[in-house]
């Protein structure tokens, strides 16, 4: 979801375990719902499993691995990164025989992040404050896939396909996948379902996320695995697409209008932001971002 290194948010006694629930007969989820409901997805093919995000922490991951491959019996073959944010990436080092891969972009960033951020200097500051998490933290390793695509890649096994699409929004580097057989979406966090839309990444983009919103309705659609929260309908989708062209209007409303991004009349949702920052944060990005915009 975010950039925040911190994730113990609630201070509460550490509890990693993970649930393995199915969404269709080829395709399941593992939830992680201490760090804000956060999901990876799985879909089993004849001869292989994919899986769309590592979870959090190595430790979860491996357990996760370990749980799919003995009861499908099958290997996984591919991990499909969604994008750079590090709750979707700091579990990947028990994957790290398969086959990684993600939008070009994505491999951009984390190159980024790696060197800049995700340094041993700033995982020794999150060790010293979080010590109840050094264990955890030790394990992590970032590993920039060696695989990219540009808009789309296509995994077929006998009659069932996966397919992949770069989308940006939530990230400039955002994609989901989309597994026809059974009509299900894993949408990463261009949605974050049960919460106000995770808006403010500097590098997201609110316009390509509303035009691929409008492309996933294209798409025949069952159910939504989102990155954060339950699994919900199609439905969904369309909601959040008019909460964005709202939210859209009303920034420029108010650039036109020469007010600051404090004063944008912020349309209802029914959901409330993970952290009270995220708002407050979005509304400077979109203000930005429209402030530059020329359609
Ligand atoms: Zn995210």
Same mark, same amino acid.
């Given at each position: 979801?975010?950039?925040?290194?911190?994730?113990?948010?609630?201070?509460?006694?550490?509890?990693?375990?993970?649930?393995?629930?199915?969404?269709?007969?080829?395709?399941?989820?593992?939830?992680?719902? /201490?760090?804000?409901?956060?999901?990876?997805? @799985?879909?089993?093919?004849?001869? =292989?499993?994919?899986?769309?995000?590592?979870?959090?922490?190595?430790?979860?991951?491996?357990?996760?691995?370990?749980?799919?491959?003995?009861?499908?019996?099958?290997?996984?073959?591919?991990?499909?990164?969604?994008?750079?944010?590090?709750?979707?990436? =700091?579990?990947? +080092?028990?994957?790290?025989?398969?086959?990684?891969?993600?939008?070009? /972009?994505?491999?951009?960033?984390?190159?980024?992040?790696?060197?800049?951020?995700?340094?041993?200097?700033?995982?020794?500051?999150?060790?010293?404050?979080?010590?109840?998490?050094?264990?955890?933290?030790?394990?992590?390793?970032?590993?920039?896939?060696?695989?990219? =695509?540009?808009?789309?890649?296509?995994?077929?096994?006998?009659?069932?396909?996966?397919?992949?699409?770069?989308?940006?929004?939530?990230?400039?580097?955002?994609?989901?996948?989309?597994?026809?057989?059974?009509?299900?979406?894993?949408?990463?966090?261009?949605? +974050?379902?049960?919460?106000?839309?995770?808006?403010?990444?500097?590098?997201?983009?609110?316009?390509?996320?509303?035009?691929?919103?409008?492309?996933?309705?294209?798409?025949?659609?069952?159910?939504? @695995?989102?990155?954060?929260?339950?699994?919900?309908?199609?439905?969904?989708?369309?909601?959040?697409?008019?909460?964005?062209?709202?939210?859209?209007?009303? @920034?420029?409303?108010?650039?036109?209008?020469?007010?600051?991004?404090?004063?944008?009349?912020?349309?209802?949702?029914?959901?409330?932001?993970?952290?009270?920052?995220?708002?407050?944060?979005?509304?400077? =990005?979109?203000?930005?971002?429209?402030?530059?915009?020329?359609?």
């Amino acid at each position: 979801m975010i950039n925040n290194k911190s994730i113990n948010m609630n201070k509460k006694p550490i509890d990693i375990s993970i649930e393995l629930k199915e969404v269709s007969p080829h395709a399941i989820i593992a939830n992680y719902k /201490d760090y804000f409901d956060l999901n990876a997805g @799985v879909v089993i093919l004849d001869n =292989f499993i994919i899986v769309i995000d590592p979870l959090l922490l190595p430790r979860q991951a491996k357990e996760f691995r370990d749980k799919l491959e003995k009861k499908y019996g099958l290997p996984v073959k591919y991990l499909f990164i969604t994008h750079y944010h590090s709750d979707h990436v =700091f579990g990947v +080092a028990p994957f790290k025989d398969v086959e990684i891969f993600g939008c070009y /972009d994505l491999i951009e960033n984390l190159k980024e992040k790696k060197e800049k951020a995700w340094t041993e200097e700033a995982f020794n500051e999150w060790k010293k404050s979080e010590p109840e998490y050094a264990q955890f933290i030790d394990e992590i390793e970032i590993i920039i896939p060696e695989k990219g =695509f540009d808009k789309k890649r296509v995994i077929t096994d006998n009659a069932l396909q996966v397919e992949f699409y770069y989308s940006g929004g939530h990230t400039g580097c955002s994609s989901y996948a989309y597994f026809p057989n059974e009509k299900i979406l894993f949408a990463g966090d261009e949605i +974050a379902a049960g919460f106000w839309p995770f808006i403010s990444d500097p590098t997201g983009d609110p316009e390509k996320w509303i035009k691929s919103f409008e492309f996933m309705l294209t798409l025949n659609i069952e159910a939504v @695995v989102p990155g954060h929260g339950p699994i919900v309908k199609k439905n969904y989708i369309k909601e959040e697409l008019t909460f964005l062209n709202d939210l859209k209007n009303a @920034v420029l409303k108010a650039i036109s209008e020469n007010k600051e991004p404090k004063e944008i009349n912020v349309p209802k949702s029914a959901y409330k932001p993970a952290e009270d920052w995220q708002i407050p944060r979005a509304l400077d =990005f979109l203000h930005n971002y429209y402030s530059n915009y020329r359609k």
